[in-house]
C-alpha cells in the first residue's frame, strides 16, 4: 500500500497527464472545497472597497494584529537579499537543513539526515508536493474533519480521494479512533494529522498518537504530520511529534516559520522524511522529482532558518501568562461561553477557536448565510465551519489575535447580532 507508481517514464507522463485533466472539463475543480478563502471573504472584499472597515478574524497572519518578526530574522533576510547566490539544491541551503535536522533531533525524529529535509515557500507548497507524489487516480488519503482545507483540496487536485475521519469536540476535538478504523480501505495510503490542530487549536497526547501509529503500522499506512504550531503551545502542555512515537513507520513532519516566529509573508517551510525510508523509495524518487522540476525554494526565506531556529525564541513570551495570545487566548474563551447560544471548548495551542452555535436556536440551517449575516450587520468576518470540511452548519472559526479590547467589541457584537438572529 505504500508505494506509489514507479519514478520513471511512466510517472512522468502520469504528472504530465494529471496536470492537464486538472483543467479539463474533468470536473476535478468542482471537488475542491477552499472556503477559508471563499464567499464570506469575497463580500468582506467587497464592502472594503465600498469604503467599509472589516474587522477580519479568519486569517491567522500574525502581522497586522501588531506581532512582528524577532530583529535578527529582519537582519538576517536583509543580508541574503544583498548577498544573494541564486538557485539552491532543490531541497534548500546547507545552513537551513542542517537547522532543520538538528531541530528534528531535539524533537526526537528518528532516523533524520540532511538528505532527508525539504525546504518549501511555506509548508502549503509541499504539501501539495506530497500530494503530487503519493497520490493516483482514486487513492484515498484520511484526513480529519475539521481539517486546514489545504489537505483535501490538494488531495483531491492530486486525484486522489479525500476520506475525512471525524475529531470529537466532546473529548477535546481529538481523533476518533474508532472512526480512522471504519473509514480505511484497500485504496487507503495514508493518514493525516494536525497537531496542534486549525481550526480547534487542540493538542493530541501521547496516548492519541502513539494509537494512531499503531493503526497506520497495522495497515501499512503513510503518516503526514502537520505541526506548523508546534512552538505555539500554552498551559504548560508539550507538543509531540508523532514521528518521534514510530521509528518502523515512514513518517513526513511538516513545519515551518510563519506562525511561530510571525513570518508569514516570508514563505519559510519544511518537510522531513523519517522513519522506516526504505519502504517508500519510489516515493521520495517521485518528491526528489517535483523538488527538481521547481528548482528550489526561496533561498532568501530560507537565509532565516538557522537564526530563528536557534535564537532566542521570543515567541515564547506570547504563550504563557501575560503574554498576548495566552491572555487572548483566555478572553475569547470566557466570552464565548458567556454568549446564550455559543458553547466552546479551550483551545491548548495555536491563535485559532472552533465555537459550536445552537443551530435549533438560531433556526441556522446554513453556517455561510450565518457568517455572511453577521458581516453584513457588524462588518466582522469568520469562517464557517464547512469551510474547513466539518459536516454540520454549526461551527465557526475565530483567530484572536487582536488586541483584547477588539476581541471584546467583536464578541459584544456577536452577542447583540445573536439577540435578534433566526435564520
Known amino acids: 500500500m505504500i508505494a ?23 470536473n476535478k475543480l468542482d471537488n475542491v472545497l477552499y472556503d477559508v478563502r471563499g464567499p464570506v471573504v469575497d463580500e468582506a472584499a467587497r464592502m472594503e472597497e465600498c469604503g467599509m472597515n472589516i474587522l477580519k478574524l479568519n486569517i491567522g497572519n500574525p502581522a497586522p494584529f501588531g506581532f512582528s518578526a524577532p530583529e535578527e530574522v529582519i537582519f538576517d533576510m536583509r543580508d541574503a537579499i544583498v548577498h544573494s547566490q541564486g538557485y539552491s539544491d532543490s531541497r534548500g541551503i546547507f545552513a537551513a537543513r542542517k537547522a532543520i535536522m538538528q531541530y528534528a533531533q531535539i524533537k526526537n525524529i528518528p532516523d533524520v539526515t540532511m538528505k532527508d529535509v525539504y525546504t518549501g515557500n511555506g509548508a502549503s507548497e509541499l504539501i501539495q508536493l ?18 486546514y482545507p489545504l489537505w483535501t483540496a490538494c488531495a483531491n487536485l492530486a486525484g486522489g480521494k479525500a476520506v475525512h475521519y471525524l475529531c470529537d469536540e466532546e473529548s477535546d476535538w481529538y481523533p476518533d479512533l474508532d472512526d480512522i478504523e471504519r473509514k480505511i480501505t484497500d485504496r487507503t495510503k495514508a493518514i493525516v494529522i494536525i497537531n496542534p490542530n486549525n481550526p480547534t487549536g487542540a493538542l493530541y497526547p501521547v496516548e492519541i498518537l ?14 503526514f504530520s502537520d505541526e506548523i504550531y508546534d512552538r505555539l503551545v500554552m498551559d504548560g502542555e508539550k507538543h509531540v511529534s508523532i514521528a518521534s512515537l514510530a521509528p518502523d513507520l515512514f513518517c513526513v513532519t511538516f513545519s515551518g516559520l510563519s506562525k511561530s516566529h510571525m513570518v508569514c509573508g516570508f514563505r519559510v517551510g519544511w518537510m522531513i522524511f523519517s522513519g522506516n ?9 517521485g518528491v526528489n522529482m517535483l523538488s527538481n522540476m521547481r528548482l528550489c525554494s526561496n533561498v532568501p526565506g530560507q537565509s532565516i532558518i538557522q537564526t530563528a531556529l536557534g535564537g532566542y525564541q521570543s515567541v515564547n513570551e506570547y504563550i504563557v501568562p501575560g503574554g498576548r495570545i495566552f491572555e487572548q487566548r483566555n478572553f475569547i474563551y470566557n466570552a464565548l461561553n458567556d454568549i446564550p447560544g455559543i458553547s466552546a471548548k479551550r483551545p491548548k495551542a495555536a491563535f485559532y477557536i472552533f465555537p459550536k452555535v445552537d443551530v435549533k436556536k438560531f433556526n441556522i440551517t446554513s453556517d455561510t448565510q450565518f457568517a455572511l449575516d453577521f458581516l453584513r450587520e457588524k462588518r466582522v468576518l469568520f469562517v464557517p465551519g464547512t469551510g474547513f470540511n466539518w459536516h454540520q452548519p454549526d461551527h465557526f472559526r475565530i483567530v484572536y489575535l487582536p488586541q483584547t479590547a477588539i476581541l471584546e467589541d467583536a464578541m459584544n457584537k456577536l452577542r447583540a447580532f445573536l439577540e435578534h438572529y433566526h435564520q
Open 277 to 285: 525510508k526504505e519502504i517508500a523509495r519510489d516515493y521520495i524518487a
Open 4 to 26: 506509489p507508481a514507479s519514478p520513471g517514464e511512466a510517472q512522468i507522463r502520469t504528472f504530465g497527464e494529471r496536470a492537464m485533466r486538472t483543467f479539463t472539463k474533468s
Open 210 to 223: 502513539e494509537r494512531i501509529a499503531e493503526t497506520a503500522r497495522r495497515h501499512e499506512l503513510m503518516i
Open 130 to 147: 506530497a500530494m503530487n507524489a503519493l497520490l493516483n487516480n482514486g487513492d484515498e488519503i484520511l484526513i480529519p474533519s475539521p481539517d
